[in-house]
């Protein structure tokens, strides 16, 4: 028996793990102090009412010989549910048919198994820094990962023009990195910068040029309140032949433990050889899922409604706030940061030149507030420290406090 040897290449998911080794030991001998966690990406806010009736009533349905429900049979996502995702895409000034939507458990899932519908070795251009779950998955597949710089003199978002081709691969100097995948997480986690309509036109405009499909994650679509941003890629001309998108309810409405997404396919979506990719994903979803529960998809489609709707951006107002808080702390100490504004994360520079984990190391020892430290999303984060604002008021007013 031989395993995948792809899994050797993966780094040791040491981030977390040594954030929990330090911060236990520190508690260990101060077992007084009171520890203000900023560094995870969970939420903290309950599920709204909206939510939590619906759910109820489903589960009273489901007790009900006569509303009962089992496997949902187009294992897609009920109508119902995409009716209202559709309706939320339409609110954004976007057209999409419900055939393009395929619900699912979430959007880490769809971010790890789309790979699996091109053909092996693709080569993926991941920016740096970013969400790990990107780089680990194609790693797995056996793709071949490109890097794309964010830093701070492109604001974290790097730019097409950017792609620097591995002289191996470079038939002559700046040519175009012939790329079949493209991921682009805006609003970024962990920097919470995101693209503009003009930015985001360059890469569908250079992955129609080079005959690739973006990966568009929008998990933090609903933290833009910036209107002249875009919160779908589909807002953008081209994208519908070249782009995929990937949309979660964690953090719109708080489902990051109840396990509801959704990706787009756009029917125009096509392989080289004249395939749609949108029945190739259906294909993949239903032959290795079984769909989402009735309970959470009922759930979901409350957070879509007027009521549910308010009630999420209540939730969602209060994070704002923790994160203009924080911000209002790190410009009054002169610390420079991007994102906190249209995304939860505040993506801070370490100051006097310090690295991501001696910095994390001053905060846990000096201040007693855990962060995460920039390294652990990329060799670009390191000098850079990632802050959320998924606490608490009180927390983050203390926290602020204590810078
Ligand atoms: N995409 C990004 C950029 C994320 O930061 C996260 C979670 O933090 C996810 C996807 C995962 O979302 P889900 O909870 O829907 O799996």
């Keep these: 028996m031989k395993l995948n040897q792809n899994y050797a290449n993966l780094r040791d998911s040491y981030l977390f793990k040594t954030i929990a080794q330090k911060v236990n030991a520190y508690k260990a001998e101060n077992p007084e102090a009171k520890i203000i966690r900023l560094g995870i990406g969970d939420v903290t806010r309950p ?177 833009i309140t910036d209107k002249t941003l875009p919160r779908s890629i589909f807002e953008i001309d081209g994208a519908r032949r070249c782009a995929i998108e990937i949309c979660s309810f964690s953090k719109l409405a708080g489902f990051t433990g109840v396990r509801c997404g959704f990706t787009v396919v756009p029917r125009e979506l096509l392989s080289e050889d004249g395939k749609t990719l949108l029945s190739l994903w259906k294909r993949r979803q239903t032959t290795k899922f079984n769909g989402v529960s009735y309970i959470t998809q009922r759930g979901a489609q409350a957070a879509l409604s007027d009521s549910g709707l308010s009630q999420c951006r209540e939730n969602i107002a209060y994070y704002q706030e923790n994160a203009r808080i924080i911000g209002a ?41 855990v962060s995460t430290p920039g390294a652990g999303f990329g060799k670009n984060g390191d000098g850079f420290l990632r802050l959320t604002s998924f606490g608490t008021r009180e927390n983050t007013i203390e926290a602020a406090e204590r810078l």
Excluded: H
């Design 329 to 369: 702390a790190l410009t009054k100490l002169g610390i420079k940061f991007f994102g906190g504004v249209n995304a939860p994360y505040i993506w801070l520079k370490c100051p006097d030149g310090r690295g991501s984990w001696e910095y994390f190391d001053y905060l846990l020892n000096e201040k007693n507030i």
């Design 47 to 223: 599920l709204v009412p909206a939510v939590v009736e619906a759910m109820g009533k489903a589960v009273v349905e489901m007790g009900d010989a006569a509303a009962f429900r089992g496997y949902d049979d187009g294992g897609v996502g009920y109508d119902f549910l995409l009716d209202a995702i559709a309706g939320y895409y339409k609110a954004k000034g976007v057209t999409i048919g419900t055939d393009e939507i395929i619900v699912s458990d979430g959007a880490k899932s769809d971010v790890g198994n789309i790979p699996g519908i091109f053909a092996a070795g693709a080569r993926v251009l991941i920016p740096d820094p970013v969400y790990p779950a990107y780089v680990d998955t194609n790693l797995i597949d056996g793709n071949e990962i490109i890097y794309i710089d964010g830093n701070e003199s492109n604001g974290f978002l790097p730019s097409s023009t950017s792609v620097s081709t591995p002289p191996a691969l470079q038939p002559q100097p700046n040519a175009s990195v012939k790329a079949d995948l493209i991921y682009i997480c805006s609003p970024n986690n962990p920097t919470g910068a995101v693209y503009d309509k003009k930015q985001l036109q360059e890469w569908v405009d250079y992955a129609l040029r080079v005959g690739a499909v973006i990966l568009f994650d929008a998990a933090y679509e609903s933290f």
